[in-house]
């Protein structure tokens, strides 16, 4: 029911910068609280940061605390993930969620999108 497309993963040294996006269509557009997740090789898949359907709230792994930064644009139905200060670690395939509610949420996503691929060269 609700389609979320990722974009803006790469290659990038380490120290480096992204920016990832995720747009969502179908469902009732922006009215969904938003999560990114992420899966190295080898392991399970983790939280890294959601935000209200609103953008009024905001939870982030303690792993990526002070260098990602979630934000959204509800008229474009589209979330981001702004990826600074990057290190090796954080290589891995990004995923953006949906899940039905309003608030902040590190579980529960209901949707998800095909993931996009973000490798860190040190």
């Known amino acids: 029911q609700v389609q979320l497309v990722e974009s803006g993963g790469g290659l990038v040294q380490a120290g480096g910068s992204l920016r990832l996006s995720c747009t969502a269509s179908?469902?009732?557009?922006?009215?969904?609280?938003m999560g990114w997740f992420r899966q190295a090789p080898g392991k399970e898949r983790e939280f890294v940061a959601a935000?209200?359907?609103?953008?009024?709230?905001?939870d982030y792994a303690d792993s990526v605390k002070g260098r990602f930064t979630i934000s959204r644009d509800n008229a474009k139905n589209t979330v981001y993930l702004q990826m600074n200060s990057l290190k090796p670690d954080d290589t891995a395939v990004y995923y953006c969620?949906?899940?039905?509610?309003?608030?902040?949420?590190?579980?529960?996503?209901?949707?998800w999108g095909q993931g996009t691929q973000v490798t860190v060269s040190s």
């Open positions: 969620a949906a899940r039905v509610g309003v608030a902040v949420s590190t579980s529960g996503y209901k949707y």
């Open positions: 179908g469902g009732t557009g922006s009215r969904y609280p």
């Open positions: 935000i209200s359907w609103g953008g009024g709230s905001t």
